[in-house]
């Protein structure tokens, strides 16, 4: 993990915060969002929230997309992180497809427009 991915994170109480901003490729911030559970997770942080409001250059992803990242993901987390992903509404699909994704491979993870509600999602996670 480099110097630059720590440089990013905050803590709020206990969760691990990490903002993506800026312009990029989709591939780009699936592989980041990955390094950053994977970051959270080698360093023992249960929660994460993932603020993706600010990234630009990519489009909302597509259904098999998703099922893509929630797999990279859902490894990178490896049951041990919960993630609350902070995103533009158009990003969101209304019935979370993502999230169904996510439980399937066991992984706790929820999305949200609003990094409160973000917050206090994660906060109720053990």
């Known amino acids: 993990m480099t110097d630059l991915l720590e440089e990013r994170f905050s803590f709020i109480d206990d969760i691990a915060v990490v903002r993506l901003a800026g312009a990029m490729s989709g591939q780009h911030a699936i592989h980041w969002v990955g390094e950053c559970l994977a ?41 041990e992180v919960a993630v609350a992903m902070v995103c533009r509404p158009e990003f969101i699909d209304p019935q979370k497809f993502g999230i ?11 999305v949200f427009s609003d990094a409160d509600e973000a917050l206090a999602w994660l906060r109720e996670q053990p």
């Open 39 to 79: 970051w959270a997770r080698q360093r023992r942080y249960r929660r994460l929230m993932v603020v993706l409001t600010d990234a630009t250059g990519f489009a909302a992803p597509s259904l098999a997309l998703r099922v893509e990242m929630i797999r990279e993901w859902a490894g990178a987390a490896a049951h």
């Open 100 to 110: 169904a994704v996510a439980a399937g491979f066991g992984m706790v993870a929820n």
